[in-house]
């Protein structure tokens, strides 16, 4: 998807759909909220008590080509000048060149009180990675390319979320959620090595579905609004909370900063503009299973500093059959990337989401 395609579906996006969401204000009345958040932005929002919502949220994640650092790198520079720590040779001989991660995330939430929601959250994943395979032990001939694949349940979540404060333009939520180890860590499937053989191998780091650790996910959101225009900021974070996962290694903690600003365009439609900053840690220990020689193989090569910015929009019609439902959508691109070691380039991502209240 190349820069022009974005810039297009990002303003698509936005004015495509011009009669859309507030008369969600009367489904929020009693939520402490801005209903104006964007649909990435969990949290945000607590429900009356006795009330519940029910989401299912879509994402697809796509990333082209490396960076070393902040800068592009070829597969044949990697593969000359990039060193191979976890087994022989000690040159990379497989490049990763481009991943698809879609996300099926299914969510719950529920009053317990007026100020204190809880909120559960499951996804089912698939992943898809292209490679090419450079032949024998060194040099830059391209032997062939292939294509591995993962998919299956993701970790779940439970977080509670309380509002700590709420006046009639102001709101500030603080959450606190667990993350259990529910996703797979042990995903295998076929490889190209070297030397022209087909094995069946552990998958590197990143096609994994899960971390294989119970985490934390503490959270603060403040959101504001003034009749059409509506603001907000949120800092969340993901904690491990132990030192190593079942096959010895632990992924690093990520924090994360995001702000937002908003329009209500009509009583239907809001549109919203997004910012985020994240940090992530390196993966500390390794799982001896996996040692291909391939850049994703290597703990250090995980982690960095991303900023995204991002445009989308919610739509709450205002009719009565369907009242209670909303739906989004919300396209994001990084402007900037410092990453650890070498990476894939993280290139655009997609957001959809249809919820119903009752």
Known sequence: MNNFYKTCLMAGTILSLSSFNA?????????????????????????????????????RMHMQG??????????????????????????????????????????????????????????????????ITFSGMMGTTRLGSFTTKSSGWGDTSITGIYNLYKAPKHNVNISLGISAPTGSIKEEDDVLTPLNTRPTLRLPYSM?????????????????????????????????????????????????????????????????????????????GSDANITAPVQTANPDNYGGKTIELGAGFVYAPDIPAIKGFEFGAQLN???????NGVQMNRDWSIITKLSYRF
């Open 66 to 131: 490396n960076l070393q650092g902040s800068d592009s790198i070829s597969p044949e520079t990697i593969v000359t000048t990039i060193s191979n720590p976890n087994a022989p040779p000690n040159t990379l001989r497989v490049v990763p060149t481009q991943m698809d991660m879609d996300m099926h995330m299914f969510g719950a939430m529920y009053g317990l009180s007026d100020k204190l929601t809880i909120m559960a959250m499951t996804m089912y994943m698939q992943k898809e990675m292209d490679h």
């Open 208 to 284: 994994q579905l899960g971390s294989g650790t119970w985490d934390a996910l503490p959270a603060i959101i403040y959101s504001g609004h003034k009749d059409k225009i509506s603001w907000g900021a949120q800092y969340k974070a993901t904690i491990r909370l132990e030192s190593e996962n079942s096959q010895q290694y632990q992924w690093g903690d990520t924090h994360k900063v995001t702000g937002w600003g908003g329009y209500k365009v009509s009583n239907e439609l809001s549109i919203n503009a997004i910012a985020s900053y994240e940090k992530q840690g390196k993966i500390t």
């Open 23 to 59: 008369n969600a204000q009367s489904c929020h009345e009693n939520h402490a909220t801005s209903p104006d958040a964007p649909i990435s932005i969990m949290g945000d929002h607590t429900h009356a008590k006795g009330d519940w919502m029910v989401s299912y949220n879509a994402k």
């Open 333 to 339: 691109a990084p402007i900037y990337q410092d990453l």
